[in-house]
């Protein structure tokens, strides 16, 4: 299957918190599913992140039983900022990036790479993440707030992935001011994004959505 890239409009969305659930609700459709945090910053001993979505990962295939939260990451550092401003070194290679989930990708049906920050958070000085996204061919899942002002972030995102033409749908982690999402928010979701959906209601049928795509080799 081809991979699902998770993104965001920022930090501190539920990227993580969506490729979890994302991994329960694969693997409860017999997909054998691998993971991969291809840069984790703010790392001073394990990546928290990756090895969350690795202990996950391991209870539901086999295959990644053997590896290490070190295995499912291509570039971790202890500065808690883009990776290009945590890489002081400047190591980060986006053909790493891609080799490495080459190799991953072998030992799953369907792998989920979960990015770091949102969609023009910079690797390198001329490579951002949605660059990254693209060279991997991967469809995409945005995962966007719902706190105020979450509407300026969400549109940006979006026309960012519509002018690198990735193929990407998106939903909302009701989750910050979730009781006034309601009011200040949903409003205008509902008028120009009728079909918009959220993480606890609408992942379910967007897992069932996956089987339809066919394997794009990376």
Partial sequence: ??????????????????????????SA???????????????TDKAPDATLLLEACQQVNDDFTSFTAADITAYTFPL???????????????????????????????????????LM?????????????????AKT???????LGCINDTLLSIMALKTFDIDFDWCVNLHEDKDD??????????AVFPEWWSIDKGLE??????SFFTNHPI
């Fill in 205 to 210: 049928p967007f897992a069932a959505s996956l």
């Fill in 141 to 147: 899942l945005l995962v966007t707030p719902s706190r």
């Fill in 121 to 137: 958070v910079p690797l390198t000085k001329e490579y951002m993440m949605v660059n990254l996204i693209k060279d991997l061919k």
């Fill in 1 to 26: 299957m081809q991979p699902l890239f998770i993104t965001a409009t920022g930090t501190h969305v539920g990227k993580t918190h969506t490729t979890l659930k994302l991994i329960e609700a694969l």
């Fill in 80 to 118: 808690p900022a883009a990776p290009f401003c945590a890489d002081k070194d400047h190591v980060i290679d986006p053909k790493l990036l891609i080799e490495k989930a080459e190799v991953l990708s072998k030992f799953c049906d369907i792998l989920l790479i979960e990015g770091a920050g949102g």
């Fill in 29 to 43: 459709r017999g997909y054998k599913v691998g993971v991969y945090k291809p840069v984790e910053t703010g790392v």
């Fill in 181 to 190: 999402f309601g009011k200040v928010t949903k409003p205008y979701y509902d």
